[in-house]
Structures are given as C-alpha cells and as structure tokens.
C-alpha cells in the first residue's frame, strides 16, 4: 500500500485561492466511465496536471494534491483506476485495494490517463500537460509520455520501475518516452532498489530524454506524506523541485 486514508499532501493550502473543484465522470476510448476529480483556478491555468493515484485508487490524498496545484495556478484532475471493476461511486477506507490491485492492467489505466489528458485540453483549454503520480502512478505517468499525447512533461514520486503483468516498465521503456522525465525516488526506499534507479537514469540517458533523477536521501517508501513529519525537508525539496519542473517546462506546445 501506498498513501493510506489519513494520509495528506505536505503542502501548506493557500488561504483564499481562487480555486473551484467538482466531482466528475469521464470515458476513455474503450467506453470505460470512470471517477475523477478536477480542481481548477477561477484565472486561466497555467498549465494542467493529470494526477495518477496508487494503487488505491482516487481517494483524499488525491483530491487534496489537486487543490493544492489549483491554489498555485494549474489545473488538475485526479483520476480512479477501477471503473471497470467496480464503478463511479466514491468508496470508503474499507475498499479491498489490495485484492483490487489484479485487476489493475497498465494499458487500460493508459487509456484512462489520455481520457483526463483530451479533458485536460479540450474541456478546461489548457495546452501544456504534465501527468504526475506516486508509486503505481509514478510509473503511469511516465510511460503516459511514450503515447501520442505530446505532454509537456512527467513527474513520478517513488515510482516503480520494473515490469508489471508482464509488461514492460519505465527502465525497459525509456527509450519510448517523448518528454522531459522528473523521478524523485527515496534513498532508504524498501521497495525500489539504488540499482534500479541508476538503471532508469542511465536508460534515460541513453536514450537523449531531458531527465532528472532525485534521490531524497534517507527517506522510505511514500515519504511525500505530513505523517511523515521526519521527512518534512525531503518533502519541501520534492515539491519544490516539482514546481520548478512544471514552470520549466509549461511553455512546450502541446
């Protein structure tokens, strides 16, 4: 498990952001309906972030992320993986994620990814997408940048990295990606290994992708948590580096 349900964005909210946010249903090319969560500022975006939950799906955390990015200007959707297993409802902590998680096939949660990325563009006229995720997410969201959906950019907290169903994953993918990558991964992770984080960074390399991979040093598994308060700093230093990226790199044409 990554996030848990009390689990919230080590970001400060913004008192008095102009900012609305509603519940929304979206279908992927597949004719999947699946639950969403859009966050917007009541000014023009400067550009938009498809946000790619863990392996739990949609839930606060997510919802909360998406806030925050709509109090600093950007506009967000957070999406849900399991519309096809188990609908558009909003689910509580007791949802069984874990005996979910099966269910979970990376090429579908691309085809959902690319339905909140059109929605991105053609619904809130936002031309500059990054897609953004932590742990299964992290990995969606760089392999969203080997599609055809031109984004600006793709940032992964603790992502994984290997193979998933039999799949390739983003050390084996590398080479398909077509945008700038941000991989911001904890040193004292129990999950993905040193040697897989320099494999992705030499495969990035190899490749000629604009990369950066930031090791947040003594920090485990899901760090980017205010429960976590011991590693406060780890999580100012991944925001930063997150909002940075994002300016940076906002202007490509999408």
Request: aromatic share 8%; glycine share 10%.
């Amino acid at each position: 498990m990554c996030m848990e349900p009390d689990s919230r964005p080590p970001i400060a909210a913004i008192a008095g952001a102009a900012v609305s946010h509603e519940d929304i249903v979206l279908e992927s090319s597949d004719a999947n309906r699946f639950a969403a969560f859009v966050a917007r500022p009541d000014d023009p975006a400067r550009a938009g972030i498809v946000i790619l939950p863990d392996i739990r799906g949609l839930h606060r955390f997510y919802e909360e992320l998406a806030l925050r990015f709509a109090e600093r200007g950007y506009a967000a959707i957070a999406i849900d993986y399991y519309g096809r297993v188990a609908g558009v409802s909003k689910r509580g902590a007791d949802f069984p994620a874990m005996e979910m998680r099966q269910h979970l096939d990376t090429d579908a949660v691309q085809l959902d990814a690319a339905a909140a990325i059109d929605r991105m563009r053609d619904a809130l006229g936002v031309a500059s997408v990054f897609t953004l995720g932590c742990c299964f997410g992290g990995s969606a969201a760089w392999l969203a940048t080997t599609g055809e959906r031109k984004l600006a950019g793709a940032i992964g907290y603790h992502g994984g990295l290997g193979e998933r169903g039999g799949k390739p994953g983003p050390i084996k993918q590398a080479g398909a990606m077509k945008a700038p990558i941000l991989a911001i991964q904890g040193g004292a992770d129990q999950h993905i290994s040193a040697e897989d984080n320099a494999a992705f960074d030499a495969a990035l390399s190899a490749a000629g992708v604009e990369h950066e991979v930031v090791i947040e040093p003594g920090a485990p598994h899901s760090f980017f948590d205010v429960r976590f308060e011991e590693f406060a700093e780890q999580s100012e230093d991944a925001w930063r580096r997150t909002l940075e990226f994002i300016e940076r790199h906002s202007s490509v044409a999408a």
